[in-house]
């Protein structure tokens, strides 16, 4: 555990300068703590020997398998995630509410946060809620603006928690666990260890909600020692369930009933709201806020998009999908009785796509490839429907343009990593939605 008052008069090194990196680095200099930077990318060495300072703070896309972390660890150096380290300096009274998951965690920690905005109103004491973390802001840049009794919600990635010694949520949420990130992790194991780092701390009064439907999240349940709510939008429940929906409304246990966003495409979305709401009644928030929440939601960029029509062809932008399970959760949300154009490819991320071969079957007219996994996927998945290799996503664009009918639609869900071709999977969704507004 990162305490600060034990580390006030040490050295630190910040192992990333990256964005969480960059932004621990300015807390620590607001603390007077003295500090360096390694990045072998952006060839940022310490002046002296890296063993030689007392802690270290890490990045986390930086694995643990690189031979300057295992010095560190050989010495029995103290290691700290940018997460715990912020989260140290948050003054008194703050809860942090946590989502992680394999998909869906940017969409349920932003209706988190604007579940908890209602909720602030209402109870009328002016309290900020914050949403931070792995949907984009580091909690540490905001270190120094967050009064005493904010609610503070993060999204935390599988890395972010395998970083943590030490994470105690006030309320917490896992969504779903498949196969994700096992080039980083080494293992679906240790990628499942990970993500149950997100409650390992929890207290007895303090909250889960998992995916009833989900084996993996339900294990956990036997793990927690924190209260345990679960959801699922299934009627094949590995635990009994505290939510069920009707097809029209969200109901739970209690009573209470919340109508999900008219935008949201999928069942997906609506365990998504499930979870949310779950986590904001267990809190003691009051329904009416969790609703007027949910009537002022719009669906966030990137996620299952639908952008444009273009000679009768719809354009939908799911950029986000940076692993198989999500494109197949695209796939299921887009019924299209083959008549998708589905773009797949970029970086990689070493799980198998034959996972897709029965949507694609049935929903797929045409796969079009981009980026360096395109040899793979094409051999996985040869057989089910016309496969053509573009290599790059405006050639992908401009094939499909030339080539679909109307009331066709055109996809954008890789199902990998954007790193190949493009910084982000934001930067692959703009230069998507560019490439097909240039259209005539």
Same mark, same amino acid.
């Given at each position: 555990m990162f305490k600060h008052t034990l580390y006030k008069n040490k050295t630190a090194v910040i192992l990333g300068a990256g964005k969480s990196g960059l932004a621990c680095g300015s807390l620590l200099k607001k603390k007077g703590i003295k500090f360096c930077y390694w990045d072998e990318n952006k060839k940022l060495f310490p002046k002296q020997d890296i063993l030689s300072y007392d802690f270290f703070i890490k990045s986390p896309g930086i694995s643990w398998q690189n031979k300057v972390l295992k010095q560190i660890k050989k010495a029995k150096k103290p290691v700290f995630s940018e997460?715990?380290? %912020? $989260?140290? !300096?948050?003054?008194?009274g703050c809860k942090i509410f946590a989502i992680t998951g394999t998909n869906g965690k940017t969409t349920t920690t932003t209706?988190?946060? %604007? *579940?908890?905005?209602e909720y602030a109103k209402e109870e009328g004491k002016h309290r900020q809620v914050y949403v931070l973390g792995n949907i984009? #802001?580091? *909690?540490? &840049?905001?270190?120094?603006?967050?009064?005493?009794? &904010?609610? @503070?919600v993060v999204e935390v990635s599988s890395y972010q928690l395998e970083d943590s010694t030490y994470f105690n949520p006030h309320a917490s949420a896992i969504l779903n666990i498949t196969p994700d990130h096992l080039d980083h992790h080494g293992s679906y194991k240790k990628y499942i260890e990970a993500k149950a780092k997100i409650f390992k701390h929890q207290k007895a009064q303090q909250v889960l909600v998992i995916n009833g439907s989900d084996e993996v999240c339900s294990s956990f349940a036997k793990k927690a020692k924190c209260r345990i709510f679960s959801f699922s939008s299934t009627p094949k429940k590995i635990l009994k369930s505290d939510v069920f929906y009707d097809?029209?409304?969200?109901?739970? +246990? &209690?009573?209470s009933r919340v109508r999900p966003p008219k935008d949201l495409i999928g069942i997906h979305n609506i365990e998504n709201v499930m979870a949310a709401s779950l986590v904001a009644f267990a809190c003691g928030v009051h329904p009416s806020s969790v609703q007027r929440a949910m009537d002022k939601f719009k669906n $966030?960029?990137?996620r299952i998009e639908y952008f444009a029509t273009k000679k009768g062809v719809k !354009?939908?932008?799911d950029s986000k999908a940076t692993n198989v399970d999500s494109t197949l959760i695209a796939l299921k949300a887009l019924q299209t009785d083959k008549k998708l154009w589905l773009i797949l490819g970029g970086l990689d991320k070493g799980a198998p796509y034959t996972p897709l071969a029965k949507e694609i079957q049935k929903n797929c007219k045409h796969i079009v490839l981009i980026g360096s996994a395109s040899p793979k996927i094409a051999g996985e998945l040869?057989?089910?429907?016309? $496969? #053509? =290799?573009?290599? #790059?996503? =405006?050639? +992908? @664009?401009?094939?499909? !343009?030339?080539? +679909?009918?109307?009331? =066709? *639609?055109c996809l954008l &869900?890789? %199902?990998?990593a954007s790193f190949d071709q493009f910084k982000s999977f934001e930067e692959r969704g703009k230069v998507f939605k560019e490439l097909v507004s240039k259209l005539k």
């Amino acid at each position: 555990m990162f305490k600060h008052t034990l580390y006030k008069n040490k050295t630190a090194v910040i192992l990333g300068a990256g964005k969480s990196g960059l932004a621990c680095g300015s807390l620590l200099k607001k603390k007077g703590i003295k500090f360096c930077y390694w990045d072998e990318n952006k060839k940022l060495f310490p002046k002296q020997d890296i063993l030689s300072y007392d802690f270290f703070i890490k990045s986390p896309g930086i694995s643990w398998q690189n031979k300057v972390l295992k010095q560190i660890k050989k010495a029995k150096k103290p290691v700290f995630s940018e997460l715990e380290v %912020a $989260i140290s !300096y948050l003054p008194k009274g703050c809860k942090i509410f946590a989502i992680t998951g394999t998909n869906g965690k940017t969409t349920t920690t932003t209706m988190l946060g %604007a *579940i908890l905005k209602e909720y602030a109103k209402e109870e009328g004491k002016h309290r900020q809620v914050y949403v931070l973390g792995n949907i984009g #802001t580091p *909690i540490a &840049s905001k270190i120094g603006k967050i009064k005493e009794n &904010s609610l @503070v919600v993060v999204e935390v990635s599988s890395y972010q928690l395998e970083d943590s010694t030490y994470f105690n949520p006030h309320a917490s949420a896992i969504l779903n666990i498949t196969p994700d990130h096992l080039d980083h992790h080494g293992s679906y194991k240790k990628y499942i260890e990970a993500k149950a780092k997100i409650f390992k701390h929890q207290k007895a009064q303090q909250v889960l909600v998992i995916n009833g439907s989900d084996e993996v999240c339900s294990s956990f349940a036997k793990k927690a020692k924190c209260r345990i709510f679960s959801f699922s939008s299934t009627p094949k429940k590995i635990l009994k369930s505290d939510v069920f929906y009707d097809g029209d409304e969200i109901i739970f +246990a &209690s009573g209470s009933r919340v109508r999900p966003p008219k935008d949201l495409i999928g069942i997906h979305n609506i365990e998504n709201v499930m979870a949310a709401s779950l986590v904001a009644f267990a809190c003691g928030v009051h329904p009416s806020s969790v609703q007027r929440a949910m009537d002022k939601f719009k669906n $966030i960029e990137h996620r299952i998009e639908y952008f444009a029509t273009k000679k009768g062809v719809k !354009y939908y932008n799911d950029s986000k999908a940076t692993n198989v399970d999500s494109t197949l959760i695209a796939l299921k949300a887009l019924q299209t009785d083959k008549k998708l154009w589905l773009i797949l490819g970029g970086l990689d991320k070493g799980a198998p796509y034959t996972p897709l071969a029965k949507e694609i079957q049935k929903n797929c007219k045409h796969i079009v490839l981009i980026g360096s996994a395109s040899p793979k996927i094409a051999g996985e998945l040869k057989n089910l429907c016309p $496969i #053509t =290799d573009c290599k #790059t996503l =405006d050639k +992908a @664009v401009s094939f499909i !343009y030339k080539n +679909a009918k109307k009331g =066709d *639609i055109c996809l954008l &869900s890789p %199902a990998c990593a954007s790193f190949d071709q493009f910084k982000s999977f934001e930067e692959r969704g703009k230069v998507f939605k560019e490439l097909v507004s240039k259209l005539k």
